[in-house]
């Protein structure tokens, strides 16, 4: 293994906006509430809160005013938001948001049906929200998806994740979230993919963000941390998925990678019971099976005792 730049990882927890975004059914707002407080309360330091995106686009998110307005907002804690365009932006900054994730792709197919733009033009759209944001200093975290493969091109060239990172970097996104949005990676081309990037963007400045579709989410964030990556996205119980990928299952489980990365030494400042709890309780609030294997086994466990 390599040698660690550090002792800890920063956990990005998106269950609340990539899983709710494209679980069937509309959560009520008080469940979402509680649930960004359950997991404030578990020791997560950034959560991604919701989604300032059009409500016809994702109905599920369409109360993002009022959850961002319900939630404690807990000390040292970070609650960025999605936002597409400038639109989303002023939502956002009008219930007193102060971080935001833009988002694009390595795939012009997917880009497009994402976000009805060219990957060219979804960066234009960062560049008057970047110019507020350095204003209103609200920071700014970026997204580029479709990493390892696109559901409508198949493959992507690592080039061009290299040029979309490199660019939404240099624009003033202080970090970037390489997603493989269909995870259809496996560990060593996420980890080419990864180093490739890292050739051009601070190793510091990035971070993975792998949905477990076929299985290799954990495996790859395996992979990524021992390459050097230090930030790694997850949602509780492997909520979700992305309505614009048909058939792309949750992000990797926040609890199996909690487990992951304690086992491997590594200090991540979440209570792992707190965690695997809340993860219990979202999954029969919405009335889903539990996607983390050890919030599972735990369960399993303390029902046998
Ligand atoms: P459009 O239809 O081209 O937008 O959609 P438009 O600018 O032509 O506006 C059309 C209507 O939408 C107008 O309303 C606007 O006011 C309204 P109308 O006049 O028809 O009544 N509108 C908005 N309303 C509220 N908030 C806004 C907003 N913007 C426009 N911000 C648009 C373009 C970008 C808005 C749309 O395509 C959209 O919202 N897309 C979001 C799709 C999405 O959320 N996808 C999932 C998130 S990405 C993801 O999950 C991947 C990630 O996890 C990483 C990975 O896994 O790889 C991040
Ligand atoms: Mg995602």
Avoid at 123 to 130: N, Q
């Amino acid at each position: 293994m390599n040698e660690p730049m550090n002792d800890s990882v920063r956990i990005v927890e998106v269950g609340p906006r990539d899983g709710l975004q494209n679980e069937k059914p509309i959560v009520p707002t008080a469940t979402k509430i509680a649930l960004i407080d359950r997991l404030s309360a578990a020791g997560l330091r950034s959560i991604e809160a919701t989604s300032f995106v059009s409500p016809k686009w994702i109905p599920q998110l369409a109360d993002a005013a009022e959850v961002f307005a319900g939630i404690q907002k807990f000390e040292g804690v970070s609650y960025p938001v999605l936002v597409p365009n400038l639109q989303g932006y002023e939502r956002a900054l009008a219930v007193g948001v102060r971080e935001v994730a833009l988002f694009t792709g390595a795939s012009e197919a997917f880009t497009r049906q994402n976000i009805n733009a060219s990957i060219e033009e979804s960066i234009d759209r960062f560049r008057p929200i970047l110019e507020r944001a350095g204003n209103d200093g609200v920071r700014v975290r970026g997204y580029v998806s479709t990493t390892l493969g696109c559901p409508y091109q198949g493959a992507v060239d690592v080039r061009d994740v290299v040029r979309v990172a490199r660019r939404i970097h240099d624009l003033g996104c202080y970090e970037v979230s390489l997603g493989d949005t269909i995870g259809v990676g496996t560990p060593s081309k996420a980890r080419a993919m990864l180093k490739a990037v890292a050739d051009e963007v601070p190793m510091g400045a990035l971070a993975v963000h792998f949905h477990d579709t076929r299985g290799q989410a954990l495996a790859n964030v395996f992979a990524c941390v021992e390459e050097g990556v230090r930030v790694v996205d997850a949602a509780v119980s492997g909520l979700g998925g992305c309505p614009y990928a048909t058939g792309a299952s949750g992000n990797v489980a926040t609890e199996d990678v909690v487990y992951l990365l304690h086992g491997m030494g590594f200090v991540t400042g979440v209570d792992l019971d707190a965690l695997v709890e809340t993860g219990q309780w979202i999954s029969n609030e919405i009335g889903r099976l539990n996607g983390s294997k050890f919030g599972r086994a735990l369960a399993a466990t303390t029902a046998a005792a």
